[in-house]
């Protein structure tokens, strides 16, 4: 495959590149987070799906180096967000639950904030529901992230298989509803009930709740009246690189 054979070339030399979509609350609009999105733009074929680019990196043995390209950009970012006075800014990383479950991840993300000197609670894991999902091998390193201040997100809630106790096992703090479930939900009344028990549920066990898949104001509206303390979305801000963040958090002249 092409993208297994030039990834290594596309790492080294800058084309893969991690962009971040900011999450906002809603109740006053303020950015309360970015999520990092890996992306790839292969000179023949176009944008590379991030799963494929994932899958790429694991076939090459190019996991570890990819994850530390990916942490080395997130803790650049949380650096320039603080100077910038942006420190209440979380930044937030996906990371597939098979890595979890094989590499140290637990001691590679602790290793690298201390590498930066950045406090554990500016960062946020997120990890996809998965019926695959090892939990004791998973259970241990997010128990010790989460003891290290780190936030813990389940990500595409309401679609997979996540149980109410499995949670708590996982330490979560935060759940983003699936955005299957939220987009669209300013003109269908009928999905509205699904999301608002997930909002009830996440202020009852004191848990974030974040809605993902805004894509138009009637979503925004309709999650505003149903209570929901965090959005995102393409109506809400689209996937950015770096520079352009920072320029909407503090404008360079
Ligand atoms: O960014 P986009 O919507 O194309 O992402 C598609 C999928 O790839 C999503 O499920 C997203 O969570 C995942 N993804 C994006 N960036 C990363 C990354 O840096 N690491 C991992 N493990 N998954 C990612
Ligand atoms: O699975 P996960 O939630 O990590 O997926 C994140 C992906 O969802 C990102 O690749 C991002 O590009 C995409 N995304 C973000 N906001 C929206 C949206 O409003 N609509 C749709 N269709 N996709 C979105
Ligand atoms: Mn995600
Ligand atoms: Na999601």
Redesign the pocket.
């Known amino acids: 495959r092409d993208a297994e054979r030039d990834l290594p070339d596309a790492l080294m030399e800058g084309a893969v590149e991690l962009w971040f979509?900011p999450i906002y609350r809603v109740h006053d609009g303020e950015m309360a987070g970015l999520?990092a999105?890996i992306r790839w733009k292969h000179p023949r074929h176009g944008w590379v799906p991030?799963p494929e680019l994932i899958a790429a990196a694991a076939v090459t043995g190019l996991s570890e180096q990819l994850l530390g390209f990916i942490l080395d950009r997130v803790c650049q970012m949380k650096l320039a967000l603080c100077e910038r006075g942006a420190d209440a800014v979380r930044i937030a990383l996906?990371v597939c639950p098979r890595e979890l479950a094989q590499a140290p991840l637990d001691e590679i993300i602790l290793g690298k904030l201390r590498a930066f000197g950045l406090p554990a609670d500016g960062l946020e894991i997120?990890v996809?529901e998965d019926t695959a999902l090892d939990v004791a091998a998973v259970s241990e390193k997010l128990a010790n992230l989460s003891a290290a201040g780190i936030s813990i997100a389940i990500?595409?809630f309401g679609v997979g298989y996540s149980s109410l106790s499995r949670l708590r096992q996982l330490r979560v703090n935060r759940v983003?509803i699936?955005?299957s479930l939220?987009?669209g939900l300013g003109e269908a009344a009928d999905k509205r009930g699904l999301v608002q028990a997930v909002i009830d549920l996440g202020r009852a066990l004191k848990l974030e709740v974040v809605a993902?898949?805004?894509?138009t104001q009637s979503d925004l509206t309709a999650l505003r009246a149903m209570d929901c303390p965090f959005a995102?979305?393409?109506?809400?801000g689209?996937?950015m690189r770096a520079d352009d963040v920072l320029d909407a958090v503090a404008p360079t002249i």
């Open positions: 979509q999520e999105l991030p996906n997120e996809t990500d595409d983003k699936d955005r939220v987009t993902e898949g805004v894509e995102q979305g393409y109506h809400l689209l996937p």
